[in-house]
């Protein structure tokens, strides 16, 4: 009988031989994964491992810390006919991350998987060692950078504890000390078609319902008859129940469910619904990566569940949605883009139907008037922060920086750009000016920087708008800081100018 073989060296960065890495193989073809031999480096990283002829994936697993501190190294696609040589294998360096995992009555926890998330790369990755002991000890290599370190309870025996994923930014091995896990309960369910038929490979998102952060959730998706069991902490959550696209079932949620206790959800009866896709780009042309779908019935305004509804890398976006009249919005990715929505209203979809978005733009503010200096020659800058003067953006405001320390402050806000004769300076299409006059609607307010009293150019002052921005959509309004300073003409500093036009 013929031996097939692969053979190499497995060294680390500095091209050194690791000992002791463990040789594993995954059948890529059919048969199963096959029994192999010399599964192991020697001393000097060398291996000749016997593998029955084939096309696998190689996975390289290192001794785990306190021993070393590389990275599994998994190489796809391997064929194996006779001896196979696969060079030189260099593992990538790592640091290592300690703890003890325990309850919330400080009792070790064993058996909890460690799973690492390479944030950077997208990634899951292959670790080894990676279960607590019986003492609730566990040390794994990770990346440099930032990842998640996801502690999965699901293999835990005895009282239900929550899943968690800890973010971390490593440079150098740490120990975390004890990492609490809090307790769990169980969400349970089942999902199904028209019909009664169950759907498998559901999954269910569970999301804060006071922040819309995601929460990690191992064994979050439905089984062959259609049920699903996971655990969550404590609190309240909302749940996305989110069928395969290629179903064609429109997705359906459970918002505000409050939780303490473990809770059967019942059956979730999922309707038939028909693709909704397109492509999205900005008013320049360029793709809208990330731009979001929101869709709502047009008759009501309740919204339609629509999962992985962001637009790609190329603008591209495809969601299933029920028929019926609907309205369907194009939302920029955040607030941090200069971009504002793009509105379909009263849309008949009555089978798979086609619509590209082209988001309008929505710029943070523009300035005019070149302001007037006070003490030490600065000029007070008015500028926007918070991003884009959009709809439900509560961090959007004005702030003031470079102004007089510890000074007096006045803002005024118009719906014309007008200026105050008896304060000076130009039109503010020119140079200095105000933007309010008593018959030009608008309000002023007073206000006080901040930064070392009496000292040039440190004065800032932030100031949110008066109102909800989502009152002022559609208005424009023009802004204006003069700041009291003695050091400059008339007593008073003045800012540029702004022009805010508020988009949906």
Not at 248 to 259: F, I, N, Q, R
Not at 401 to 406: A, D, F, Y
């Amino acid at each position: 009988m013929r031996a097939d073989f692969i053979t190499g060296q497995v060294v680390d960065s500095m091209g050194v031989g690791v000992p002791g890495v463990d040789i594993d193989v995954k059948n890529l073809g059919s048969g199963g994964d096959p029994p192999i031999f010399n599964d192991g480096t020697d001393a000097n990283g060398f291996f000749t491992t016997t593998v029955p002829a084939g096309f696998y994936r190689v996975t390289f697993t290192p001794p785990p810390p306190p021993t070393t501190t590389h990275l599994v190294l998994v190489v796809e696609d391997v064929t194996v006919v006779g001896t196979t040589a696969m060079g030189t294998l260099s593992l990538s360096p790592g640091v290592s991350v300690s703890g003890r995992a325990v309850d919330s009555g400080n009792q070790p926890v064993a058996g909890v998987n460690l799973d690492v998330y390479d944030l950077t790369a997208g990634d899951n990755l292959v670790v080894a060692g990676d279960f607590t002991d019986a003492a609730g000890l566990f040390s794994v290599a990770v990346p440099i950078g930032p990842i998640e370190l996801r502690f999965d309870t699901t293999p835990v025996v005895g009282p239900t504890l929550a899943p968690e994923a800890l973010e971390l930014n490593l440079s150098q091995n740490t120990m975390l000390g004890d990492h609490v896990l809090a307790p769990g309960f169980l969400l349970s369910g089942t999902v199904r078609r028209p019909g009664g038929i169950p759907v498998e490979e559901v999954d269910l998102d569970v999301i804060a319902s006071a922040t819309g952060e995601e929460i990690w959730t191992p064994g979050d998706s439905t089984a062959a008859n259609g049920t699903f069991s996971m655990a969550v902490p404590a609190g309240t959550w909302d749940v996305e129940i989110c069928p395969p696209f290629e179903e064609s079932l429109v997705a359906t949620d459970v918002e505000g469910l409050s939780v303490s206790a473990n809770q059967n959800l019942g059956v979730f009866n999922l309707q038939s619904g028909v693709v909704l896709a397109g492509n999205v780009t900005t008013h320049t042309g360029a793709p809208a990566v990330g731009a979001n779908l929101d869709v709502t019935f047009s008759s009501s305004g309740s919204s339609v569940v629509t999962c992985n509804d962001s637009a790609d890398s190329a603008g591209n976006y495809a969601v299933i949605v029920p028929t019926g009249t609907l309205d369907v919005a194009f939302q920029p990715v955040n607030y941090s883009v200069p971009l504002g929505v793009d509105s379909h209203p009263n849309l008949v979809i009555s089978g798979a139907t086609a619509l590209n978005g082209t988001l309008s733009p929505c710029p943070f503010g523009t300035s005019f008037g070149t302001g007037r200096a006070g003490s030490g020659g600065f000029v007070p800058v008015l500028e926007t922060v918070g991003g884009a003067p959009r709809m439900g953006n509560s961090d959007w405001a004005l702030r003031l920086k470079r102004g007089l320390g510890g000074g007096n402050a006045i803002l005024v806000l118009s719906l014309r750009p007008l200026r105050v004769p008896s304060i000076g300076g130009a039109p503010a299409t020119n140079s200095a000016a105000w933007t309010y006059l008593p018959s030009n609607p608008g309000m002023v307010v007073f206000g006080n920087l901040g930064g070392n009293p009496g000292v040039p150019g440190a004065g800032v002052l932030t100031f949110p708008p008066p109102v909800s921005i989502d009152f002022l959509v559609g208005e424009t309004l023009y802004a204006q800081f003069g700041v009291f300073d003695p050091a400059a003409p008339l007593g008073v500093s003045l800012s540029n100018a702004l022009r805010i036009d508020f988009c949906p």
